[in-house]
């Protein structure tokens, strides 16, 4: 297997490169489990936005729940609100989004920021879709977002967003 060097700050991690199509293969980014990369990409998300106002941090299942945890920390807010990518029996009354890819919405949580400021993370863009469902749930929860960051960006598709900020890029190998 190939691996692409990662480095950030003073970080170094080898990214397995993983085929998504015949001619496309990508460095593999994933938090789950990495402490150390967590609590160092949330310190410069921190810096990035801490004069922000805001009320929620929401994010997609499940690679970037570890970061939304600590930034919530970081920001001493007491909870974030995490978009899934099935209903499940303990949810209440939740609402799914209409675009790929589907994410869903506790109707506990769409109680909890109606109204409010939300900032959006997510971890590796590269279309843009879980961006755009991300706001299409925000919309239809009629919370207000007030900033869209995401670790990295990966690809055309990322480069095209508008309103979306990033820390970092990865790179797209083409054969």
Request: one cysteine or more.
């Amino acid at each position: 297997m190939d691996y692409y060097t990662l480095k950030i700050g003073h970080i170094a991690r080898r990214l397995p490169i993983v085929s998504i199509s015949p001619k496309i293969k990508i460095a593999s980014f994933n938090l789950l489990g990495d402490r150390e990369l967590v609590e160092y990409i949330a310190q410069n998300i921190y810096k990035k936005i801490k004069r922000l106002d805001f009320d929620y941090l929401v994010g997609p299942e499940v690679k970037v729940v570890p970061l939304l945890h600590e930034l919530s920390k970081l920001f001493a807010k007491q909870r974030y609100v995490i978009c899934r990518k099935n209903i499940h029996a303990y949810m209440v009354s939740p609402i799914r989004s209409k675009y790929k890819p589907e994410l869903v919405l506790d109707g506990r949580d769409i109680a909890e920021i109606k109204g409010k400021k939300v900032i959006i993370i997510d971890d590796v863009v590269s279309s843009g879709k879980t961006f755009s469902a991300l706001e299409e749930l925000m919309q239809m929860a009629e919370a207000k977002i007030i900033y869209q960051i995401a670790i990295f960006k990966q690809g055309e598709g990322a480069e095209k967003l508008t309103g979306v900020d990033f820390l970092y890029s990865l790179p797209i190998f083409t054969s």
